[in-house]
């Protein structure tokens, strides 16, 4: 078995797809992605994640060519042909071809199936360390392929021996890379609401938070994250994932914390029953 | 005869180059270009392209797999292919294939002749009309594939009977979305100097206007570019153009000022003894 994907009404090999290298995504950096992962099989929060594909391509101006019910089809398809128990599914709409490298006709959707690339468990207990790095992303609420300071910094994360990158701006932080950051201030979990992508995983987890804890979405500052009691991110295949180091900075306890761990717990127990 | 492509050292039919769907540049943003176009049957300016070519891929880390005068060789044969007296040529260099779509291995690199698309003949007298937008692009020195501002605004440009964008932050003017803009305020030539790609025709304007006007480049306000006597941009394929509204607001005489017609003939003379 292998992973396929679906390009404009075809489902074909992933290795033996292609696109034309008049596509806008590729020459003028007009796409956008989404990204989730099946648990027993299944899509998870498939709705949510359909939802976010549909306000991407509104706010970008893309046309979505396909309705929710056949894009599901397909997902299904997809999954059912990678022959594995659980894989992710990437969807990328771009403006499509242009010979002209600027006027759109008709936009290119890709749905592909890939292996899932898990966290290492025992990032679970240690947690992860970020650098800090000042910048916002442009256009934070949509999920555009625009990942190009995440790529310029992958020798500064290397070397400096960190898992990932946290954006800051003007003392306040936003986000990582491609996942959302959560503090825990005694009894209170905490995280920013603007200059972000609202994840799916973020908000499952403030579902689940819910009642446990009281709840704040407002900007923070990154002082507050250095000083709070636990630090922690989410996203697709994160889930809840304790960060303890920022640059050379430890945070709480340099561990899991115990209200971090207890989401952890919630969320690994409302998969296990997807 | 039909248009080709160099495609990491194999040279086909444009028609017939696809690139794989796990090319960071597609799937990341994480790719940058550059584009000029031939007089003659000669690169323009060949030596600043590759300069500035070179330059945005060591600020996007990205290596660069080809050497100047192998470039140049494979620029000189896709201009031949082309069978067209004149064409256009853009490199396109990306982060290459990665499987888990952020681990960079080797780059692509794509090396593509196209038509030339040219202004239209009259609008070099009555100038273009532009809509002002607040954004300062990501990253501007580099002259990366992100273009997805100017390709969202694509609509409205259409709906004002605009050509382009002028993009303005904070009360200052910087770049059109692929161009340079320059204002006359008397005999002095006045053009950004900051957060804007270096256009090689900015640096072409910029040494013909030598010697004619006093010249300033520096931080300018959008209230200057709108009380200015004459506004032009600059481009590969739009040399130098006058630009006669932004917005409902008409500058200068409203159509090309005695300067910039001055400028357009001086470089008019250079191309033709290119």
Known sequence: MAHHCYFNGKIDSVEQTNIHITDLGLLRGYGLFDYFR????????????????????????????????????????????????????????????????????KPNLLII?????????????????????????????????????????QADIKAAQASDVLFHKNGYISELSRSNVFIFKGDTLITPDTDILKGITRRTTLELAKGHFKIEERSVKLTELLEADEVFTTSTTKRVLPITKVDDSVLGSGKIGPKTQFLLDLINEKIKNW
């Open 38 to 105: 099946t648990y027993n099989g299944r899509p998870f929060q498939w709705d949510w994640y359909w939802e976010r594909y549909e306000r991407s391509a509104r706010l970008l101006r893309l046309p979505n060519p396909v309705q929710k019910d056949e894009a599901y089809q397909v997902v299904m398809s997809l999954i059912e042909k990678s022959g594995l128990d659980d894989c992710a599914i990437r969807f990328v709409l771009t403006g499509g071809y242009a010979e002209d490298s600027v006027s759109m006709s």
């Open 113 to 153: 199936s890939e292996d899932i690339h898990p966290v290492k468990p025992e990032e679970y207990t240690s947690g992860i360390k970020v650098i800090a790095y000042e910048y916002v992303r442009d256009l934070p609420e949509i999920k555009s392929t625009d990942y190009k300071h995440f790529m310029i910094l």
